[in-house]
């Protein structure tokens, strides 16, 4: 199947509460114009340089979403332009992407990354960090970030109950907050191979790379 066909199909499963995040990252800008044509606005990234490389390239209207680990020292490359942050995860980053933002005179979205995975190699906040972070007066005095909520990756495996069980925490975790912090309205999580068990359990955004674009090398 060719991506406009894959990226139809996907988008026509979704139910209208869900955002799709088409993941782009390692794909050349000819495939992000199939997808484009097709109507999709919003592309998610992991490399920094990669992203900006494509932003310059492409449409204005597109909202760029850097969903890969974000280093301090990149935040300045992308503060003029990025749509949502999804990996943040220390208050250190949040810190340097409010300063930045401020620069540019802009507020930038970001969502809080949650360690739900059993595998120990991703990144994210645990549960008791981020009641902390969130209950910080460092935390509620960044005017130049807006933090709508909460994004998290599942263990990579074939047991779907295990992948159900971590989605359902994140789930309550972000519907906790979400009763403290108006401004709490994005849920992220899914990817190709779990996001019909991240919708399931409350997700209302998903990031599909492979499904539309192929798998990547
Ligand atoms: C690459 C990536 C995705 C997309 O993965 P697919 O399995 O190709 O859909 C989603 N989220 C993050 C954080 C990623 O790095």
């Known amino acids: 199947m060719f991506i406009k066909e894959k990226l139809a199909a996907i988008v026509q499963s979704l139910p209208d509460t869900v955002t799709l995040v088409a993941v ?12 484009y044509g097709e109507g999709q606005r919003i592309f998610g990234e992991n490399k920094v340089q990669e992203m900006t490389e494509k ?9 760029w979403h850097m969903i890969g680990h974000l280093q301090r020292n990149k935040v300045k ?3 003029e332009y990025v749509a949502l942050i999804h990996g943040v995860d220390s208050p250190r980053l949040l810190k340097e992407i409010n300063k930045q933002a401020k ?20 990144f994210g906040f645990d549960e008791k960090e981020l009641l902390e972070l969130v209950d910080n007066e460092d935390f509620k005095s960044f005017e130049n970030v807006k933090i709508e909520g ?8 074939d047991d779907e109950e295990q992948v159900r069980r971590e989605f ?15 401004d709490f309205n994005i849920l992220s999580m899914g ?13 209302n955004m998903v990031r599909i790379g492979s499904s539309i674009f192929g798998s990547r090398n």
């Open 24 to 35: 782009s990252k390692t794909k050349p800008i000819a495939d992000l114009d199939q997808a």
């Open 55 to 63: 932003w310059q390239a492409m449409p204005k209207d597109i909202e």
């Open 77 to 79: 490359y992308l503060a």
């Open 103 to 122: 620069k540019h005179n802009r507020t930038i979205s970001c969502l809080l990354q949650v360690h739900i995975a059993e595998e120990d190699t991703k």
């Open 150 to 157: 909460l994004m998290g990756m599942a263990t990579f495996t």
């Open 168 to 182: 359902k925490n994140l789930f309550t975790l972000y519907k906790q907050l979400q009763s403290k912090y108006a």
């Open 191 to 203: 990817m190709s191979g779990d996001y019909k068990v991240a919708i399931e359990e409350g997700s």
